[in-house]
């Protein structure tokens, strides 16, 4: 028996009809739909017939027999049910119903399409890298939790800016202050840092990410680390600034001067489905709407070479010497002047 767990922002109508759909085209398929318990109660009023054909997940299916989950909604979404599924490794496939959508594998008008590449397994799983979050107040640790896209410092009042210190493997690199700071996985290089003005990180690139974000000073730059690097930022007792931890968005930890938040690659990733191979660059050429108009595309290689037999005619490159080499040539021996 194979089930597939629905996860939906019942809060929002569409999702609620795009989630019915998704459970009848299962059943119809021979699949076994599976809903948290609050889904299905936000479900049954106006669709009691979902009670004889979906099942609840915790109660008659474990996480573990999930083969995969469909995610109906934005981005918003897809992170909070890798909450629920990432310590059972469950694969998840989202359907975009928000705005950019860029974790989503597919739009509101390819549901029933994305409905049946699981019904036939044309999908593939990819791994996304997460990141293990610390925060330490007088040498002891007062939480412990993880992130998807990033884990961001920031300024707990409007009026106060925050005094940091960011430090790459313990080794301090800049003091300033700031509204925060960002540290993100590649997955989050396309979400705050990027608003902050961070690189854009392809996702198979092992790296981490640290983005100032409205520093008052000179050098506040983006920095790009390796995935076995240590991050960290520590919110510095200069001032009586309060900081807040937030992470993805989703839980927050308050940060009083003194605190220190070390970020470092988790152990345990987020599987997402894949059903096309679309290359990253199209992604986010067309999630940003980029312009691209002009663009003639490398020579195909039919074109790179002679339709004759002649040989081609190449022309060498010319090598032009520094000025003050050329006027060392001339007092060599055997150098001839015109």
Known sequence: MRHILVLAHTGRSEAVEAAIDTCHQLVTAGLVPVLRETDLANLLPEHPELINEVRVLDQHVGLQEIELGMVLGGDGTILRSAEI???A??????????????????????????????????YTVEERMTI????WLDHTKIAHTWALNEATVEKASRERMLEVVIEVD???????????????TPTGSTAYAFSAGGPV???????????????HA?????????????????????????????????RTVDLPPGSRVEVTRSDFPVRLARISETPFAERLVRKFELPIKGWRGPV???????????????????????PHNTERLQFLPGHHND
């Open 85 to 87: 599924v990432r310590s």
């Open 218 to 250: 000179l050098f506040a730059k983006p920095l790009v680390v390796s995935p076995n690097s240590t991050m960290a930022v520590e919110v510095l007792n200069r001032t009586d600034a309060q900081g807040v931890l937030w992470c993805d968005g989703r």
């Open 132 to 135: 293990d979050i610390e925060v």
């Open 89 to 122: 490794n469950v694969p998840l496939l989202g359907v975009n119903l928000g705005h950019v959508g860029f974790l989503a594998e597919s739009e509101r008008t390819e549901l029933h399409q994305a409905v049946e590449w699981v019904v036939n397994r044309q």
């Open 201 to 215: 990180v392809w996702p198979e690139v092992s790296a981490l990410v640290m983005v100032p974000i409205a520093a």
């Open 300 to 322: 195909p290689p039919t074109s790179r070479d002679t339709e004759t037999t002649a040989i081609p005619v190449i022309r060498e490159a010319e090598v032009v010497e520094p």
């Open 170 to 184: 313990a080794n301090p690199i800049s003091t300033f202050g700031c509204d925060g700071v960002v540290m993100a």
